[in-house]
């Protein structure tokens, strides 16, 4: 369960639409895998081979996935990247299963906390879809689900 200590969503709902909120992360931060957001599609099956599962906007690795949205550009790229189990880990040693406390250890205070009570660290405009970092989704106390985006 969250300690009492701990940021809450409420307090980050202070900002007017557009303000920006965070700042980009180290482009380390923003892969996974090894694979960066704007890898080429074919770049990932060169550097991971065959994946699991393979969708016109999604490459699966296990519990990776490589995904493109097909609404932005007509080549596969990836968008973002999610992780929904121990089979990768963030540049900074973040996995699934690991304590909210472990995240606010190595990543620090939450930079935003969205309305599905995700943690966030990177840069945002609020209220827009002008996204880039990483969404670590909890039950609570752990990680379930680690995304890197770049909207």
Do not use: C
Not at 105 to 129: A, C, E, K, M, T
């Amino acid at each position: 369960m969250l300690s009492p200590s701990w940021p809450k969503a409420e307090q980050y709902r202070h900002y007017r639409p557009g303000q920006v909120i965070g700042a980009y992360l180290p482009a380390e931060d923003m892969k996974i895998a090894g694979v960066s957001l704007g890898t080429s599609f074919d770049a990932v099956k060169a550097s991971l081979g065959q994946p699991t599962s393979e969708k016109r906007d999604e490459l699966t690795y296990g519990g990776i996935k490589f995904g493109h949205s097909l609404m932005q550009d007509s080549r596969p790229i990836v968008w973002y990247i999610t992780v929904s189990n121990r089979d990768a880990v963030t540049a900074r040693g973040i996995a699934v299963g690991d304590t909210l406390k472990k995240v606010m250890d190595v990543y620090g205070r939450p930079d935003f906390i969205d309305f599905n009570n995700r943690w966030f660290y990177g840069y945002l405009r609020y209220n827009s879809d002008n996204i880039r970092g990483i969404f670590f989704e909890h039950n609570g106390s752990k990680v379930t689900k680690i995304i890197v985006s770049d909207n």
